[in-house]
């Protein structure tokens, strides 16, 4: 028996000294169910498997590892080798990808949030800044512009949004509360919750977000051109277990991510928003569209003050915030 299992180790030590990966499994946080924000991670899990041949597979959890908020300390500790995180949730602790939550940047596709996103990711301030965390970004999770379900009484015209409760992070937050909205930010699993207790009167997301956290099953109107902003919402990897992956199964990873970002947009362009309209239909949900000249006037309100306010904070913070901010818009302009 000891000389059979001694063959079996040294036939298995044999193999590694061959160069032959190990079977290996990364851990992935998400949150929520399986929905269009997470296609690209399940694209990814599939692809990554296909390539290996089985030998490195993602688990993917949502929920039963770290809530959302959590997932990028749970990164930095090794509690899990990939996650999804938001950046509105914690801007102190990645303040240099807040800069694509600004309000109206001008973004109009999911192909231009990739790109932004992507172009973001390498500059060497937010390299830095995610490692602080042992963090190294993957991918984005390209999203459209929010706009809102509400309930009770629809604003008819901006001033309406004035005294208003509403659902909103990062630059969308602070450009509602430049027309009198009064934003707050919670999680989005406990969004719909709020809505139903009256703790806020309007939510803003992203249409998949509207169907998979059932605020459209409790609102009762939508906006359908108000464009505030977007979150930025990567998927990141511990960089420790990055760097301890064999190099075909990093390639694996590494070599799947533009596949999975084209089948999440292609995903969400046509299976999401071709959903959205008859979900709205269905439920009597009342659409509500401002005025151009209103939302030129809102733009400029919001759109400049923000941007130059985040500029002033991250300075003073010593981060590059005016080479961030014009790496984003310099590349929308072109």
């Known amino acids: 028996m000891k000389t059979a299992i001694g063959a079996v180790a040294l036939a298995a030590f044999g193999c590694c000294l061959a160069g032959e990966a190990l079977a290996e499994t990364w851990n992935v946080s998400l949150w929520g169910k399986r929905r ?5 991670v ?4 599939e692809l990554v498997s296909e390539k290996t041949g089985g030998e490195f597979t993602l688990s993917l959890s949502y929920g039963g590892l770290s809530k959302n908020t959590e997932n990028l300390d ?8 990939m996650a999804q995180i938001c950046a509105g949730y914690h801007r102190d602790k990645n303040p240099t990808l807040t800069v694509l939550e600004l309000p109206f940047l001008g973004v109009d596709s999911l192909e231009q949030e990739r790109d932004l996103s992507m172009a973001l990711y390498r500059h060497p301030a937010v390299v830095a800044d995610l490692a602080r965390w042992n963090a190294t970004l993957l991918m984005p999770t390209p999203m459209p512009q929010y ?22 992070t990062g630059g969308i937050g602070e450009a509602m509360q430049i027309i009198g909205a009064v934003p707050t930010s919670m999680d989005a699993t406990e969004v719909r919750q709020a809505l139903d207790s009256g703790v806020v009167k309007a939510v ?33 990897v511990n960089s420790d277990a990055l760097a301890a992956l064999s190099d075909a ?11 999975a970002l084209a089948h999440y947009i292609a995903y969400y362009n046509s299976e ?14 009342e659409r509500i569209t401002f005025a151009p000249e209103a939302m030129a006037e809102f733009r400029a309100a919001a759109a400049g003050p923000v941007a130059a306010a985040w500029i002033e904070e991250m300075s003073a913070r010593g981060l590059p915030a005016q080479e961030l901010y014009d790496t984003v818009t310099g590349q929308i302009g072109q």
Do not use: Y
């Open 249 to 259: 199964h990093r390639e694996a990873l590494l070599g799947s991510v533009d596949e």
């Open 147 to 168: 706009n809102f379900v509400g309930v009770g009484e629809p604003p008819r015209k901006l001033a309406d949004f004035n005294g208003m409760t509403v659902r909103a």
């Open 36 to 40: 269009a924000f997470t296609e690209n």
């Open 74 to 81: 749970g990164i930095q500790i090794g509690a899990f080798e």
């Open 272 to 285: 999401t928003m071709a959903r959205w309209g008859p979900a709205l239909d269905e439920r009597g949900i």
């Open 42 to 45: 399940e694209k990814l899990a």
């Open 204 to 236: 803003s997301f992203a249409p998949h977000a509207h169907m998979s956290f059932g605020t459209i099953d409790t609102g009762t109107w939508w906006t359908t051109n108000l464009n505030p902003g977007t979150v930025n919402c990567p998927v990141v």
